[in-house]
């Protein structure tokens, strides 16, 4: 029996939710929450295998923080982002915080089934357009020639400035923690997407992902 969590800010969304999943022989929902603090609660009192995570939620603490603090004291449980934002940027950013993936709202009730239990099977889940999305973009850099191990041509600080910003740092909080100046940080981020034939930060996440910079825990 997969034991689930929903967490979103919607009563309607959970209620609709709750009655597809427990209609599933297998599912079980055992608790519901409306905003981060709550989730985290409800992964403390019923451990959870799965928590079906809306990402934003204006009222309390968002998904994303809930996601991090849950995954840190409770990395067993799986968390799956539902979201509606089909958005590079929001989902390396979960997946760095922790989650096993992304499934937007709008999936078909049946994909929403295959992602849990793929999740509470130990495996990561990306809804189709996101996977289509990442070989696009490894296909086009393999057509630019972009075959070769980039990351060599990285310094040291470089490397070093690439897994802030990837992890989600903002420039002065970089600098702090490198002990530089923020000017000196946006110059290394500049040739650091130079070297690396980048544009924007979700290709920077992307990257960092691939090569095991940034992470998430299981």
């Known amino acids: 029996m997969i034991s689930i969590v929903i967490v979103d800010d919607h009563a309607v969304v959970r209620s ?10 297998d599912f079980a929902v055992v ?3 409306s905003e981060g603090d709550e989730a985290y609660e409800q992964v403390s ?4 295998q799965v928590v079906l995570m809306d990402l934003s939620m204006p009222h309390g603490k968002d998904g ?11 990395p067993d449980t799986q968390i799956l982002i539902l979201t509606m934002h089909d958005d590079e940027e929001y989902l390396f950013r979960a997946i760095e915080l922790g989650a096993s993936g992304c499934i937007l709202k709008n999936a078909p009730h049946e994909e ?5 239990r793929q999740v509470a099977g130990g495996d990561a889940y990306l809804y189709p357009s996101a996977t289509k999305r990442l ?3 490894y296909m086009n850099k393999t057509k ?6 980039t990351y060599r041509l990285l310094t040291d600080r470089e490397r070093e400035v690439l897994a802030l910003v990837a992890k989600g740092y903002a420039n002065k909080e970089v600098a702090e923690k490198l002990v530089i100046s923020v000017k000196t940080v946006e110059a290394h981020k500049a040739k650091v997407m130079e ?13 960092a992902w691939k090569k095991g910079l940034i992470g998430y825990s299981r």
């Open 45 to 48: 009192e019923k451990c959870p």
């Open 64 to 74: 994303l923080s809930a996601t991090s603090e849950i995954k840190k004291q409770y």
């Open 144 to 149: 630019q020639g972009n075959k070769g191990d």
């Open 135 to 137: 070989m696009e973009d």
């Open 112 to 116: 929403l089934v295959k992602a849990i």
């Open 195 to 207: 070297k690396l034939h980048m544009k924007t930060r979700p290709e920077l996440v992307e990257y």
């Open 31 to 33: 608790g519901e929450a």
């Open 16 to 25: 609709g939710l709750t009655m597809l999943l427990d209609s599933i022989d």
